[in-house]
């Protein structure tokens, strides 16, 4: 069965520094999402992203983040200069299509800013 | 805005005991209601869906009904398994948003 995957899995990064997370959506989706998890905290979503552009963001989702699709096949999520209060859970999801359609989710990155 | 709150986990259980894990909304309008779980080391998977009220969504023994008087959709099990431990999430989208609100999470833990 067709997946969403993640990596790295893990990453540690320094405070200041910039990360890029990828994500490899189900192949024929056509709506892509990344949400993050603060630990014990509640998912939240941060954007979503169709034909090349974002179709909505949250207020977490400052100047510091941007997506991009850079080819056929990834979707990333950058965070320019990461934050202590960046570390958390990130999920990448897609769907087929948009509003109705149930998004299937990666298994996440844990990223850790020290 | 639009919000979910479920109950506070972590749930332990032995197998083939009765499961309830509570999910109540807040949102205007008609939301459409989910249950994601969450397998150890994997990423959210659809559980049941539920888009208007009095609507049941089911899948693997589980089910949750969505009552829009109570604005809740809890979901139950009549015998749950050791392979049913994970984190389970209750989620929302309103019909003009793409985004899902989701809960906390629970931790269930099935012990043989």
């Known amino acids: 069965e067709p997946e969403v995957t993640q990596t790295p899995s893990h990453q540690v990064t320094q405070m200041g520094q910039e990360v890029i997370l990828r994500c490899v959506p189900i192949s024929n989706h056509l709506y892509f999402y990344w949400y993050r998890q603060i630990l014990g905290q509640k998912v939240e979503f941060l954007v979503s992203?169709?034909?090349?552009?974002?179709?909505?963001k949250s207020e977490i989702f400052d100047d510091q983040f941007s997506v991009e699709r850079p080819d056929g096949s990834n979707f990333t999520l950058k965070i320019r200069s990461t934050k202590l209060e960046d570390s958390a859970m990130y999920f990448c999801?897609?769907?087929?299509?948009?509003?109705?359609?149930?998004?299937?989710f990666g298994p996440g990155t844990r990223l850790l800013v020290l | 805005g639009n919000s979910v709150t479920q109950m506070e986990g972590p749930v332990t259980l032995s197998e083939e005991a009765f499961l309830t894990i509570n999910c109540t909304y807040t949102a205007t309008g008609y939301p459409s209601l989910f249950w994601y779980v969450q397998y150890p080391g994997e990423g959210l998977q659809l559980l049941l869906k539920a888009t208007k009220a009095d609507d049941k969504g089911s899948n693997k023994g589980f089910e949750a009904t969505y009552r829009k008087e109570t604005t809740s959709f809890h979901l139950e099990k009549g015998s749950v398994q050791v392979s049913d431990s994970a984190v389970y999430f209750c989620a929302l989208r309103k019909g003009s948003n793409y985004k899902l609100t989701f809960g906390k999470g629970t931790l269930l833990t099935v012990n043989p």
């Open positions: 999801a897609s769907s087929v299509s948009g509003r109705m359609e149930t998004q299937y």
């Open positions: 992203f169709y034909n090349n552009e974002i179709s909505e």
